[in-house]
């Protein structure tokens, strides 16, 4: 994830708006929480009312079908956001998020987090491209697992893991199976 822009605009008093402090801090509507190992953050069906950011550590969300079917739909660590659908209307989580190594949380209201995005230009531009980008990652996870053959998604899933955590721009890498 690439680092956050910081604010030259003045708010009203004449302070900046820092979105690194922003998501580094305690304030309005936020709260921090250190999670060990294996604690759940939200659960699946819990009501969707905030907005989460991992500023250290490592969490997993899987989803649960009503057969008792788990699977893992994510591995985030930091510098994730997860809950995000809340600001769309999604009123129940829909998977289950738990700490896979100790983590330090950032739990935004979604009143804040609304309120963030909408008179903090700095954030927003921040924020829309991480959410449109993990709609991109989850499309095209989607369509490997159409498409693919084993094969092919496991050359793409080694690909993938042997560039993650790396920044910069992504590569079209295909590759060729015999």
Same mark, same amino acid.
């Given at each position: 994830?690439?680092?956050?822009? =910081?604010?030259?605009?003045?708010?009203?008093?004449?302070?900046?708006?820092?979105?690194?402090?922003?998501?580094?801090?305690?304030?309005?509507?936020?709260?921090?929480?250190?999670?060990?190992?294996?604690?759940?953050?939200?659960?699946?069906?819990?009501?969707?009312?905030?907005?989460?950011?991992?500023?250290?550590?490592?969490?997993?969300? =899987?989803?649960?079908?009503?057969?008792?079917?788990?699977?893992?739909?994510?591995?985030?660590?930091?510098?994730?956001?997860?809950?995000?659908?809340?600001?769309?209307?999604?009123?129940?989580?829909?998977?289950?998020?738990?700490?896979?190594?100790?983590?330090?949380?950032?739990?935004?209201?979604?009143?804040?987090?609304?309120?963030?995005?909408?008179?903090?230009?700095?954030?927003?531009?921040?924020?829309?491209?991480?959410?449109?980008?993990?709609?991109?990652?989850?499309?095209?996870?989607?369509?490997?697992?159409?498409?693919?053959?084993?094969?092919?998604?496991?050359?793409?899933?080694?690909?993938?893991?042997?560039?993650?955590?790396?920044?910069?721009?992504?590569?079209?890498?295909?590759?060729?199976?015999?």
């Amino acid at each position: 994830m690439s680092s956050l822009p =910081k604010s030259t605009r003045k708010q009203k008093g004449g302070v900046s708006f820092d979105p690194q402090q922003f998501l580094a801090t305690v304030g309005v509507a936020r709260t921090i929480t250190q999670c060990p190992k294996d604690y759940k953050i939200f659960s699946q069906g819990d009501p969707a009312e905030s907005v989460f950011y991992i500023q250290q550590g490592r969490v997993k969300l =899987k989803v649960k079908s009503k057969q008792d079917k788990e699977a893992v739909i994510a591995i985030l660590g930091a510098g994730d956001f997860l809950g995000e659908a809340c600001l769309i209307g999604q009123t129940v989580c829909l998977a289950t998020a738990t700490a896979i190594a100790p983590s330090c949380i950032l739990r935004i209201e979604k009143n804040e987090m609304l309120r963030v995005l909408h008179e903090e230009r700095t954030f927003s531009d921040f924020f829309i491209p991480y959410v449109l980008s993990r709609n991109v990652r989850a499309q095209e996870d989607l369509v490997d697992q159409l498409f693919n053959s084993s094969e092919q998604r496991l050359a793409r899933t080694l690909l993938l893991l042997a560039n993650y955590g790396k920044e910069g721009t992504p590569e079209t890498v295909v590759p060729e199976i015999n």
